[in-house]
């Protein structure tokens, strides 16, 4: 089983950065993994945010965030990170990460981080 935690919220204005990370630990294969990022504002629903394969690297993103956000696995630290540049007051959310193998359906969650972006 696999248990995440993140870190790295909190408040910044228009224009500026945060970097998030997302640290796994238990016994779990972990290079099996996907790890994903999703974000949640008040009233509306959960939405992805980007993805990265353990294995591979391989990386997508929402069409809202590409060219802002970067996504990567630092596998020696079993820790993903998302770099949010350019942030907007609408990327104002909790932010998740979440675990899942190969076709499954994400099935492990932290317990998230807030980001606030200020106008």
């Known amino acids: 089983q696999v248990h995440l935690v993140e870190s790295g919220g909190g408040l910044v204005q228009a224009g500026g950065s945060l970097r998030l990370s997302c640290e796994a630990s238990?016994?779990?294969?972990?290079?099996?993994?996907?790890i994903g990022w999703f974000r949640q504002a008040p009233g509306k629903e959960r939405e992805f945010v980007a993805a990265v394969l353990w294995n591979g690297g391989r990386t997508s993103y929402a069409d809202s965030v590409k060219d802002r956000f970067t996504i990567s696995a630092d596998n020696g630290r079993r820790t993903v990170h998302l770099q949010m540049t350019r942030l907007k007051p609408e990327d104002t959310a909790v932010y998740y990460c979440a675990a899942k193998r190969g076709t499954a359906e994400y099935s492990v969650w932290g317990q998230g981080t807030q980001v606030t972006v200020s106008s």
């Open positions: 238990g016994r779990a294969f972990i290079s099996t993994y996907a």
